[in-house]
Nanobody
């Protein structure tokens, strides 16, 4: 079992930055593909970014060039640096872990999920 705890959300003005963190329990963190998803009110959960155990990354077009995903296997933590935030980035952001070698954008490929952290971007 893996437990994921997100932190770093909050309220920020458009154009600002936030860094989300996701701390994972367990000794096999380095073997997981990790991902970030988000869900805005009234919308379906959508893919944001993913990083493989070898730090191969992939981003949704909507965040490419603004968000950066990274991981620190020594700290069992994955990060999402969010810059140039827009009001449309407002959502609950979820961290997820997948027991697989390759990156994936599909939510149903992820085995473990955090409880989410709210990000609100004001205009």
């Amino acid at each position: 079992q893996v437990q994921l705890v997100e932190s770093g959300g909050g309220l920020v003005q458009a154009g600002g930055s936030l860094r989300l963190s996701c701390a994972a329990s367990g000794r096999t963190f380095s073997s997981y593909t990790m991902g970030w998803f988000r869900q805005a009110p009234g919308k379906e959960r959508e893919f944001v970014s993913t990083i493989s155990r070898t730090s191969i990354t992939y981003y949704a077009d909507s965040v490419k060039g603004r968000f950066t995903i990274s991981r620190d296997n020594a700290k069992n933590t994955v990060y999402l640096q969010m810059n140039s935030l827009k009001p449309e980035d407002t959502a609950v952001y979820y961290c997820a872990a997948a027991v697989r070698l390759t990156i994936t954008t599909m939510a149903n490929s992820y085995n473990y999920w955090g409880q989410g952290t709210q990000v609100t971007v004001s205009s």
